[in-house]
């Protein structure tokens, strides 16, 4: 699991979404800056896409199971994929920004 997706990575995920905001649409960047509305954006955006990602987080951990004599690390493997997966997926709906 990528170090971002933990629960407490609040700053870094605030930063990341701030990047690609001033990115992908400069114009709303700048208009939140200067109307000072940029941080409020930033927290409300961190908080829908854990809000997303959260539950199908849940599902993939809950769902990951080691069977009799099965590999341990490819277990791991398997269900840190899917945690990507699901994470890359999230982003590219809550971070498709566009002026």
């Not at 701030?18 to 000072?36: D, F, H, N």
């Not at 959260?54 to 269900?79: C, K, N, Q, S, Y």
Request: net charge negative; with cysteine.
């Amino acid at each position: 699991m990528l170090p971002i997706m933990l629960t407490h990575q609040v700053k870094q995920r605030l930063q990341m979404i701030e990047a690609a905001l001033e990115a992908r649409a400069p114009k709303t960047y700048r208009e939140l800056k200067k109307s000072r509305c940029l941080q409020s954006f930033l927290e409300e955006r961190e908080k829908q896409i854990m809000e997303s990602f959260d539950p199908e987080r849940g599902r993939i951990l809950m769902e990951t199971h080691m069977p009799d004599g099965g590999d341990p690390l490819a277990v791991v493997g398997e269900a840190n994929q899917k945690l990507l997966s699901a994470w890359n997926q999230t982003l590219e709906t809550y971070l498709d920004f566009s002026d």
